[in-house]
Every structure is written in structure tokens, then in C-alpha cells.
């Protein structure tokens, strides 16, 4: 094979790549679920929620950093209760977190003491194994009177963080229920 053509097939080949290379941002709703490409997983969110833009949350692209990825964000209509999702590339250095963010419990306890201005009232955690293998924690608390929780689960390299929050309890629980509920594809 001459050097020549030898060239040409390695710049396909790694053209090919590049075409290829997929982002945690690669997810789609069909139907009335959210498939993520990147990470193989599917979450089937509750019928009171509707998707809604993640663009219009205003946070871009790797917000502030490139270790965080919004993924999927839902509302019940033009309330403003609903879910947001987000993965969190674990260990990545940050300005503020020089070793970035080592595990669930890191980012909860982090996220639990980013509030100083906000009425924050934990209600209670829980560490639990959904029916499906995947390992989640939970922290459910009260925000300025408002529902709320934080459920984290780990695929790979990541955390994937989703924050719901719901003007009842009931309405709480079937949101993180959902989140308990999700398929990753092995």
C-alpha cells in the first residue's frame, strides 16, 4: 500500500471519528420519553410535565465550566414547578473545586450549603438501588415553602443530577419516582 493511500484512509478514518463523536448533550424526547444517546439511558417523565427548552433556562453551554451538561428540563405549564437534568462530569478541576466534585454525597452536601440566602429545610436523604441497578441518593427538602428534592444517580463518569421541585408533597414524590424509574441500556 503506498504512503499516499495509506494517508488518505487514516485522515478518513479519523474524519470518520470526529463525525461520530457524540456529547452528554445527545438526547431527544419520542414520545413521552427523554433518550439519551451518550449516556444509553431513557426517562419517561410524569404526564403533568411537559418538555421545556433548556435554552430558555439561560445557563449554556458547559455552565460556567465544561463539567456540566443540562440534559433534559420539563414544567407543568407556565408554573414554575417542574424538573431540570443535568450531568455532572465527575473529579473535573474547576476554579472553586480544584478536585472538582468526587460523588453524589460531595454534590449534595455542596449543593445543600449553596443556598445561604434561601429558606432551605432538609426533610430527609436516602440512599437507595432502583428496581433497575442503578444506585441513586436522595434529598428532599422544603425552599422558600416549595417542594423540592435533588436525585443523583451515576453513569460512568458522571453524575446525573435532577432537581425537581412541585407545589405538594404527592406531586414531589411522583416527580422522583420518575427519576427512580430510569433504563440505561448495557
Known sequence: MSRMLAYALLLFAFNFAAAQAQSP???CTKAHVYVNSYFHFTYAWPSILQPYDTSALGLGPGFPYRNEFMLFAAREGDEPYGIVMLAERLNYPTPHLPKG??????????????????QVTSIS????????GLVFDEVDYMQNGGYSSGVITTIGKFLIVVKCNEKSASELAEMTQSVAAIQVRR
Open 101 to 118: 466534585i468526587r460523588d453524589s454525597t460531595d454534590f449534595l452536601d455542596r449543593f445543600m450549603r449553596f443556598r445561604p440566602d434561601e
Open 25 to 27: 448533550t445527545d438526547g
Open 125 to 132: 436523604k436516602k440512599h437507595f438501588t432502583s428496581a433497575n
